[in-house]
């Protein structure tokens, strides 16, 4: 019912920066945040960034370095990744809160959303 298709990720030097897309849809959508989560090899899934009223938080770890952003009339959200470093390398998650409607019954589904995940990778 509901996409999260991403874009942008791939093999950057360290220092180098890097752009994710994520798009949200669905029938009868109405998204209240988006944001990202990364997963580094090994490694738990983690917060990275979310965006919702034109506010953003950041993981202290990436704080100065990205900056997320939102286009609410595309349900699009952006992650500018600047001065990337090899430990940054992750899959990144797309995730939307988002509202959406039963196709059986028309009851309101309140949920998170992720997208399948885009490889960034930093190298050294």
């Known amino acids: 019912q509901v996409q999260l298709v991403e874009s942008g990720g791939g093999l950057v030097q360290s220092g180098g920066s890097l752009r994710l897309s994520c798009t949200a849809s669905?029938?009868?959508?109405?998204?209240?945040?988006m944001g990202w989560a990364r997963q580094a090899p090994a490694k738990e899934r983690e917060f990275a960034s979310v965006t919702a009223d034109g506010r953003a938080n950041y993981a202290d770890s990436v704080k100065g370095r990205f900056t997320i952003s939102m286009d609410s009339a595309r349900n699009t959200v952006y992650l500018q990744m600047n001065s990337l470093e090899p430990e940054d390398t992750a899959v990144y998650y797309c995730t939307a809160d988002a509202l959406t409607y039963s196709p059986y019954d028309d009851s309101p589904i309140v949920g998170r959303y992720w997208g399948q995940g885009t490889q960034v990778t930093v190298s050294s």
């Open positions: 669905g029938s009868r959508l109405t998204v209240t945040s």
